[in-house]
């Protein structure tokens, strides 16, 4: 095995860690959105478990509440996308090299 090959599997490898890491970024902010949402549901007596009508007002003081767990959820899944990324195209250039 040459210096390039050599040299493309461990950035693949780094590229692997650094998806494993988002990923789990992405299902800690995950889990912190919907506790958000369920303590909310809590607070207003609802079950935590039921689902609330898009439309209604109560939907939107709970994305009120959940905002900023909602933000950083998104911005983990992007992160976590763009990983996935990064990872398919070092594994692609390595099939080259």
Known sequence: M?????IALMD?????IDHHAASRRTAAAKRAYYD???EWKDDQG???FQKLDRNSEDWERMMTHAHSCLVE???AKKAEYNAKRRLTTAIRKAEVA
């Open 36 to 38: 958000s949402c369920s």
């Open 73 to 75: 959820y998104r911005k």
């Open 2 to 6: 040459d210096a390039k090959k050599i």
């Open 46 to 48: 609802y079950d935590r």
């Open 12 to 16: 693949i490898a780094q590229k692997a």
